[in-house]
Structures are given as structure tokens and as C-alpha cells.
């Protein structure tokens, strides 16, 4: 697949078609993880939904974290720049293990008082942190995924993190009827199981991405002088990263508005619109599949100036969105 020659609309069928079988999966993730914990309780379903908006700050931080690695290094690659190429990709290592410590040091020390401003009883309160914390805890292995995968997203690979995601929603349907009820050995952890099965399900994702990606050609020109930090790199991620991840954060807040409103009237109907909410996002899978697409197509054209390519890229995924 050559994103700078190929015809642009079958171009962005073969990327976005992946993509969005990979979101699809990602949400019916969700939704087992919903279904689940209506399972132990409604009080739990209650802080699983609650813990929406505090998780999506991760969520946030990670997309923004996968549109700078997408954008920047596939700029790159469209220059034939391999300098900037190589220095992008370990930077954006660098940059989400430094966010992703931020972040989790933020979500530790104020998850509670989300939970709180959100109405939620003291038994929601306790559920919903028994998850976030280990969600958290694990939050540096959801950045580094999406931070390798923007290296393959800027390549044009949008198969392999499809792919991963369909493996995690399959590990994700095997192990949360072990860890949240027990099986032998193991013991019954509750909702903190749904948390630990999300973070085994990262932790084998960040390994079959990593193994993918040091086959890479190109990452396997990295030398020690490319793991050197140079602040214009941290820099240009930033501005890249940023506008993205706090629109996100945003949405996130709204969440928690609707969800102290909501509250008011019990922590059954929070539950209920929680599990509505993970259903809705089903509808944003076309959109979502297009826009991986096209930033992989773009961000590659515009590096190596071919601006018509760029306009008819544009023009092909507003003709599919509609």
C-alpha cells in the first residue's frame, strides 16, 4: 500500500474499514464489561458507568497521544525525512510514559472527589475506585500501545490494531467471569476484576505491538543517538497532542455533569444511562474508522507536498460520511 500513489477513496476503504472493525470491537468491549458488572450489582454497573467520565481522561490522553504520533511521523515519512521519522517515534515513547505518570497521579488523587461531585453513595464511591485505581495504575500500557500504533498508523498499518482489539475482546469475555466471580484458585475480585482483565488484556496488546513493530525496517535503524530527548520533538507533540486531548477531556466533563444530574434520581438510573451511553457509541464507528483513515493519508501527502492528494482525500471521506 503505497499512501502517496495509490487511488485515494480505495485508500481510505482499506484503512477505515479496519479501523472501524478495531472501534467496534473496542466498544463491545465495553459493553462486556457493562453486562458484567450489572452482573455483581446495580450499585456496581452504578460505578462502572460513574468511573466514565474519570477513565476517559486516559481515553483522551491516549488519542491525542496516537493523532501527534500519526501526524508528525507520518509527515515524516512523506519528506523521506528518517531523522525525523526515527526521533518522532521514540519521542512519542518518551512523551506517553511522562503523560501517562501525569495522569495517573492525577486520577489517583481525585478520583474520589469526582465520584462525589457526581452524587454517588459511599458504596458507589468504594466500587468505582476499586476499578479506577487499577485502571490508573495500568494507564502507562493503554499510551504506550497507541503510541506504537501511531508508528503503524502513519504507515498505513491499520490491521494490526484491529486485530488486537478483536484478541482483546476475546480475552476480555474469557477472564471477567474468572477474576470478577473466581474460578479454583482464583479468587472472586468484583469489579476490581473487571479493571485487572482490562489491564491483562493491555499488557498482552503492548506485546504482540511491540513485537510487531520492532520488525519494522525503519525502527530497526534506531541507535543510541535517537533515544537522546530534544525538546523541539516534546514540543511539537505537545501542540500536535493537546487541542485533541482536551476537547476529549471535554466530553469527559460533560459526562460527569449529566451523570450528577442523573444521579438525583438514584443510582439505578445512573447505571441505566451509563449502559445506554456504551450502546450510543456504536453510531460514531463510521466516523471514527474514516478520520484514522484519512490522518494517515494526509499527514504523509503533506509532508511530501502533494496538496491534491490531500484535497481529494478530504472531499472522498466527507462523500463517505454523509
Known sequence: MNLLKDNIPKLVRKLALPAMVGTLFQTLYNIVDTFFAGKISPEALSALSKSFPIYFIIVATSIGVT????ALIGNSIGEKDKNKTLNYFTHIIFYGILVSIIITYLGLSYAEKVFYLMGSTDEVVFLGLEYTNVIYLGS????????????????????????????????????????????FFIPAMGVKGIAIATIIAQSTSLIIIL??????????????????????????????????????CGYAL?????????GQSGEYAA?????????EQVVLLPILGINTAIISIISQN???KNFNRIKETYITAIKYAF
Open 140 to 183: 502507562v500500557l493503554f499510551i504506550l500501545v497507541v503510541a506504537l500504533n501511531s508508528f503503524l498508523h502513519a504507515e498505513g498499518d491499520t490491521k494490526t490494531y484491529r486485530n488486537i482489539l478483536v484478541l482483546s475482546f476475546f480475552l476480555n469475555i474469557i477472564l471477567n467471569p474468572i477474576l470478577i466471580f473466581g474460578f
Open 211 to 248: 513485537i510487531k513493530v520492532l520488525k519494522n525496517n525503519r525502527v530497526r535503524e534506531i541507535n543510541k543517538n535517537y533515544l537522546i530527548p530534544k525538546f523541539i520533538f516534546f514540543k511539537n507533540i505537545f501542540f500536535q497532542s493537546m487541542p485533541i486531548t482536551v476537547s476529549i
Open 67 to 70: 493523532v501527534a504520533g500519526t
Open 271 to 279: 447505571a441505566g444511562y451509563g449502559a445506554g451511553t456504551r450502546i
Open 302 to 304: 503533506y509532508g511530501a
Open 254 to 262: 460533560a459526562a460527569a455533569i449529566i451523570f450528577t444530574y442523573v
